[in-house]
């Protein structure tokens, strides 16, 4: 049985949904009625319409009758497994471009099954709900630019770094391609003002831990400015630091939890360039 969509307005984190950006619909996949519930009473608070499926093939079916703006989904489910139905979703031209961010409490290689099934996302169970938050919203705000603007060809992003580590810093350059973005580097919050000042970066990279200042200071003063409060913000943030960030983080496009991976931090930095490049195209 399917149960009924839910909406709420929004109260916590993506209290304020992009301008342009209304509530969307979110297709809730998952077997157990005890997570699906406990995955819709984390979303409810984004104001989003969320629906649900019992297994893959049902959502296939959901899916058949109304496309969603973007599907979360367990991966072992009877019937029809979340990987399978994830290919199958990608591989029908009216589906494809749905994000589908897939949740699992598998280990092994449930990250590269995921994403070699086409998921644009992935999370493990139990999900974080801050963290389920910012992926969901970044990925809805990214499916309503695409629907709007189309796919552009990939940018050369300026992205700043701010970090009191050097390692950090370097890391993230190294892991995204130095080739693949002009990147500037800031040690603290002081440092990474002058740098926004005259650089104007597409995009911000920024570290829990400076060098000097606030790092909260610096992204509560980025929002309030009407020329970057668009700027994308991608938080790197330490195993538990993601609580005293809670009031903060509906300013941040996503998060990436340190220490820092390859693959991981690749994947985030470009997906905050799209946003920062979409935001520009619909602003133009």
Known sequence: MVDRPLILKSRVLGASLSNSMSPMTILIVEDEAIQRRQIEAQLQPLGHRLISAVNGLEALERMEESVPDLVVMDVVMPSMDGFKACELMKANPRTADVPVILITALRRDAKDRSYAAGADDF??????????????????????????????????????????????????????????????????????????????????????????????????????????????????????????????????????????????????????????????????
Do not use: C
Not at 136 to 142: D, G, N
Not at 167 to 178: A, E, I, M, T
């Open 123 to 284: 999370l493990r169970k139990p999900a974080n709900t801050m963290l389920l938050q910012a992926r969901v919203q970044t990925h809805l705000r990214l499916h309503d630019l695409v629907m709007r603007t189309g796919t552009p060809a990939p940018a050369h992003p300026k992205v700043l770094v701010v970090s009191g580590s050097s390692l950090v810093r370097s890391q993230v350059q190294n892991h995204y391609g130095r080739d693949q973005a002009t990147f500037i580097e800031a040690q603290g919050e002081g440092q990474a003002w002058t740098q926004i000042k005259a650089q104007q970066p597409d995009v911000v990279v920024l570290d829990t831990e400076l060098l000097e200042g606030s790092a909260q200071a610096l992204l509560a003063a980025i929002h309030k400015s009407k020329k970057l409060k668009d700027t994308p913000v991608l938080l790197l943030y330490s195993a538990g630091d993601l609580e005293a960030w809670s009031r903060l983080l509906e300013m941040v496009a996503e998060v990436l939890e340190k220490p820092l991976v390859a693959q991981e931090t690749r994947r985030r930095v470009a997906l905050v360039s799209r946003l920062a490049q979409l935001q520009k195209f619909v602003q133009a």
